[in-house]
């Protein structure tokens, strides 16, 4: 049986710039503090899934550029163990950045990204008999200029990858990145029939089946039964194993036979939050890990909102991650919110 997984994809190298308020046109504001990790759904969940079990094999490929933001990106998989001798290098364009201006008194950000090497992306040039790892995790369509393009009527290079998978008998697993609902369903809808698994949050979801969600905050009131519509939609519309939508408050999950499975989140006290970005892959490397160990679904469901609840309580985007019977302890010691 094969084993290990294959993360490709968006990266990038995400920079957090504390300051007081945003400037209006021509004014300047003083940048407080700045931090940087990386970032981006095809390289979080590597780094997640390298932490949770150091002994599991992980694969990522990307596009860098050639700058020092690539040449850390490099440096970074390595100390962690994630392989990179196949991360492609774009020559003309630097390395995917996203400077997230953050609020002193509040929190709040605002983004500006730089999608740059992340166009020059070539999923088409990419041979999954050299690793033929377990699992294929794919994300996300909608910001690899090249991987996204495709002729009227003909795949994509992400429904061509996914194919291949599929036909070497590998699982396969997708992210996605919330954009405009038109974007979304023209690049992921053709992907489902194609994918084992899909892992996304319930905005995402529901633009993708015209069943709009939103849940504003981990205490807040949650239609489950409107989630739990949502994923058994996307497995008519093809996805072959495990549909699964996160949300601040907990998880629903559907299977093929169209029994469902909810899960609340941790019960993180606010004092231990220090910030949410890459909670969602996070949370997707707790499920995918599951998966990869022939888990149940709750079981993996409870991983994915443990393994979220590690990175909410770190300033890093990927970085802070334990081993998962400590991250599964943790949580147990926090308790779990309600799905009723």
Partial sequence: MNKGILCVGTITVDYAKKIDRLPVLEELVIIDEVTFSNGGP????????????????????????NDSNGEYI???TS????KNSRMQKSLNSLTCFTDAMTLNANGRRTFFHHPGSNNDLDL???????????????????IHKKADSHQPGGPSQWVKILKRARELGIETN??????DAEIEKELVLPCLPY???????????GSLVDMPAKVDG??????????ENIVKEIIKRGVS?????HSPAGAVAADATGMTWRQGSVKVPTSDIKGTTGAGDAFASGVVYGLHEGWGVQECLKLGVATAAQNIKSFATAQDVKPFKETLAEADAYGYRSVN
Avoid: Y
């Avoid at 981990?218 to 989630?227: G, Q, R, T, Y």
């Fill in 42 to 65: 095809g390289l979080n969940i590597a780094f997640d899934l390298r932490q949770l079990d150091p002994s599991l094999e992980v694969e990522a490929i990307g596009c860098v550029g």
């Fill in 74 to 76: 490099l440096q970074r």
């Fill in 79 to 82: 100390a962690i163990g994630v």
């Fill in 124 to 142: 088409d040039s990419i041979d999954l008999t050299l690793s033929s790892p377990r699992i294929l995790h794919v994300g996300a369509p909608g």
């Fill in 174 to 179: 997708l992210e996605m990145v919330h954009l």
């Fill in 195 to 205: 994918l084992s698994s899909i892992i996304v949050n319930e905005s995402e979801a």
């Fill in 218 to 227: 981990a205490d807040a009131k949650v239609d489950w039964i409107l989630l």
């Fill in 241 to 245: 194993k495990l549909a699964v939508i």
